[in-house]
């Protein structure tokens, strides 16, 4: 399989209101162009949620990280590069490339996505649902030049905010919407943070569903003077969200 | 000119982090969808913001009515069809058709909008601005069989909720996303009501604007059984926003 079959490609362009007060598209909706991009590519090739789901199957994303040098501008085309790093017995890490109009790139993503059962919402065996045949998209040699995410640990403090969660947070699965979580995280941040920075780095993983009734706890804390690392805890203990915003 | 010129037709997919919990399009999705078809629709003509920023004017939404007999389901294929139904000196009323994947009508809207001066946010006369030019894209002939939106009043009682505006809340202009305000006040309904009803109409008419750091206050009347009034006032006082949503 030659590169062209392994890497996916997608066009956007930054709609109006999916950009910030300083023209920046938002975190949440280039997250959510991420998480589109994914499942357009695996459709494509026979593993995308369509397929899964008569076979009662579903893909869950565990964890994200983005790092931008840049964000698309207002009205600004991009694009969106994705393929798939490896693939583990019970993971397999995708990776993005966002370009900006002339087709440089102006940042990067890892994700690390499970297989799930939609009855027992236990993990699934990548090799044997796909056999070999999943391994055949693997693309190693195309690079992404951004860390690993990392290790986040926010000591017991008070929470810096408290979430009712509503109607609008909950997804097609009845949890907590994936972006939600991103627009809420990066809320915890004034309006003065983004006017002053740019946001550079953004981590999440994703550790246990929330879902409509439940209360999130934001617990911050700063590690330098850019770094911050986040967790939400859902009704006061089981942690939800691990995240790490790094501004610049 | 003729009826193809004088609608503007645009494809789209019910992306499934844009369903709620129930697997339909949100009011909020949909509502920014067809602000970029207005977009869209005006910038092929020659009346989009590009060319008005040129000259320092810009499009404001005035009103917005939302009325649906069904909502596109998680990547489901559907399309907007947008015309302009009359053009008066201050404002245009703007149209839109909801068409599902085999093009049947699922909904309809209707838009009033005012262009505005940058440099004093006060609306000019479109006539005096464009002549008759604007006038031809009038479409007077294709149907939408919606009512007009209506009339909202809302007693002094206390606030159901109060919101502290947050960065993710503030658009390009330095004010409160109009979807935002959509989000808002359908989050002031329990996922019950969804569950049990779905959201048959929805209008916002847009009174002041709104910055980082108001307090917005929803209060909210019940009119009838599936009729509710509500009001979004800034800081306690100015009306913001005005809506109605009725469930079915």
Redo the contacts between chains.
């Keep these: 399989m030659d590169a062209k079959e392994k890497v996916g490609r997608y066009e956007f362009v930054a ?7 300083a ?1 920046r598209l ?1 975190m ?1 909706v280039l997250g ?1 162009h991420l ?2 991009c994914a ?1 357009f590519h695996a459709a494509d090739r026979g593993f995308g ?2 397929v899964l789901n008569e076979n009662h199957y579903t893909w869950v994303l565990s964890r994200l990280a983005v790092e931008m040098t840049d964000m698309p501008r ?2 600004e085309k991009f694009s969106i590069e994705t393929w798939v790093e490896n693939v583990y017995r019970l993971f397999t890490d995708r990776n993005f490339a966002v370009l900006n109009a002339e087709g440089k790139p102006i940042g990067y993503a890892r994700s690390v996505w499970a297989m799930i059962s939609m009855e027992t919402r236990k993990p699934a065996d990548l090799f044997l649902l796909h056999g070999d045949e999943i391994t055949s998209y693997i693309c190693a040699d195309k690079p992404c030049p951004i860390a690993k995410a990392g290790r986040v640990k926010v000591g017991d403090a008070q929470p810096v905010a408290e979430y009712h969660t ?3 947070d ?3 699965n ?1 949890h907590v ?3 939600k979580y991103i ?1 809420h995280i ?2 915890l ?3 003065e ?2 006017r002053e920075k740019t946001l550079h780095r953004f981590e999440v993983a994703y550790a246990a569903e929330s879902h ?1 009734g439940d209360v999130l706890g934001f617990y911050r804390e700063q590690k330098s003077e850019n770094e911050y690392d986040i967790e939400v805890r859902k009704n006061g203990t089981e942690t939800a969200i691990r995240s790490k915003v790094v501004f610049e």
């Design positions: 709609e109006p209101f999916h950009v910030d007060f023209g938002t949440g959510n998480l589109n499942g949620i369509a207002a009205y509503r109607y609008s909950i997804d097609l009845g919407n994936s972006i627009e990066l809320d941040f004034p309006l943070m983004y409509y």
